[in-house]
């Protein structure tokens, strides 16, 4: 028989993670998450916390943010945004941003986002989940290959036209 002491044990538990909806006490951490997959890509963020408030929990909500959050705090988010395909009359999510944090990427956070991206467009009423990823993002592009995303030919130009 072997004796080992409780002093000598040392269990290494994975921690728990919850994929919910976002609540308005994690706007800091998801306005502190998009400005860190901004300065990921290159880009700036010109995001706040006040703009967020107005468009996850405002009158009328434009986005939805879903979260992945530990014990230590909030790991990674997606943000949907609603489409429409009017000459298919079908609804449509757009998967907007999907970030998971340094220290956290490779254990299924990612994955595990999308599989409830993909749950609240179904209870949305949505017939499809889109989602983009630059031309250059090939660690990107063969994970949503990975995750059954099909890859659509760009067909035209993108416009924008500033509202000011």
């Known amino acids: 028989m072997i004796e080992i002491e409780d002093s000598e044990i040392s269990l290494i538990r994975p921690p728990v993670v919850t994929i919910r909806t976002a609540k308005p006490r994690d706007l800091p951490e998801l306005n ?26 405002g009158t009328v909500p434009w986005i939805t943010a879903l979260v992945a959050e530990t014990d ?5 988010y997606a943000i949907l945004c609603p489409l429409y395909r009017a000459q298919e009359g079908k609804r449509g999510m757009d998967l907007h941003h999907l970030f998971v944090r340094d220290g956290h990427r490779g254990h299924g956070i990612g994955q595990h986002l999308v599989n409830r991206a993909r749950e609240t467009a179904k ?24 995750m059954d995303f099909t890859a659509r030919p760009v067909t035209g130009m993108r416009y924008m036209q500033a509202l000011a």
Request: hydrophobic share 40%.
């Open 72 to 76: 230590e705090g909030l790991i990674g």
């Open 32 to 57: 502190d998450m998009i400005n860190l997959l901004a300065i990921h890509h290159g880009d700036a963020s010109a995001s706040t916390m006040e703009q967020l408030e107005r468009d996850l929990f």
């Open 123 to 146: 209870g949305a009423g949505c017939d499809y989940l889109s989602v983009s990823a630059a031309t250059g993002n090939i660690q990107a592009h063969r994970f949503y290959q990975y």
